[in-house]
């Protein structure tokens, strides 16, 4: 196998994802732009490799079991094993989303990705993940599902979202639970909050751009074998529960 390191970013067509493939590209990695879209993730492909990166299409769907299997196989083909695994591929479901007048199937949408997607994705890719030296599993999270910002008063933490707040507190405490299982192994799980960045999941409102997004989730992909695991972290440092 070779000793490049070997990542998969999911949702890296664009956006914070891209960002983050692009970063651990530079850092010379081996990196699997996984996304569900063929035209926009070859170009996000093209792109990065023009850029210098070592970047290969991985076709993923995080919601279908199938498309999630035949990624894993294809990364055993091209490398081996994996040494990172970014789940970033996400969505904020339709408006409005105020909780006595929601759609039912908005809330059920946003889980589906944002939270049973990335136990599949995780799932799947733990076989391989557990052939690297050193693995690391990131997941992209938000501020808007901490419990605790929420109820502080004066606390910014955006519109009432029945559907995607709530997604990113599940995420949060199923970051935890793996790591619990995962503490006697060598693999580092953590949560990760890139800000308000300006991408088309909030039509582009948000303050940071996507790369500065991108730079929790790369430092988190590169802790140390003694770093921590089972937290949520933003470029401050810890995020509260």
């Known amino acids: 196998m070779s000793e490049q390191t070997i990542a998969l970013v999911t949702g890296a067509n664009k956006g914070i994802g891209y960002e983050i493939a692009a970063g651990l590209g ?20 093209a792109k ?27 990364i055993e083909d091209r490398a081996g094993r994996l040494d990172v695994l970014v789940n ?8 409005p989303q105020m909780p006595t007048t929601v759609n039912i199937a908005t809330v059920r949408a946003a889980l589906e990705t944002n939270v049973i997607g990335v136990i599949r994705v995780t799932n799947a890719m733990l076989p391989l993940l557990r052939r690297s030296s050193s693995p690391r599993i990131v997941n992209m999270s938000s501020s808007v599902g901490s ?42 799980i953590n949560a990760a909050c890139p800000g308000f960045c300006a991408t088309d999941l909030n039509g582009f409102r948000g303050v940071r751009t996507p790369q ?3 730079a929790i989730a790369i430092r988190l992909a590169t ?12 470029d401050a440092g810890e995020v509260p529960w």
Do not use: C, H
């Open 26 to 45: 530079d850092l010379g990695w081996r990196v699997g732009v996984g996304a569900r879209d063929d035209e926009r993730r070859e170009v996000a492909v």
């Open 48 to 74: 990065l490799r023009a850029a210098g990166v070592d970047a290969f299409g991985v076709p993923l769907d995080v919601t279908d079991g199938a498309s999630v299997t035949a990624a894993a196989g294809l």
């Open 88 to 95: 970033n591929a996400g969505i904020t479901g339709s408006a």
């Open 147 to 188: 419990l605790t910002l929420q109820t502080t008063p004066g606390a910014e933490t955006g519109p009432i979202a029945v559907a995607y707040s709530p997604s990113k507190t599940y995420l949060n405490a199923v970051t935890v639970q793996y790591a619990k299982e995962l503490r006697d192994t060598n693999i580092l």
């Open 212 to 214: 500065q997004g991108a």
């Open 223 to 234: 802790l140390p074998d003694d770093g921590p695991t089972g937290g949520f972290f933003d």
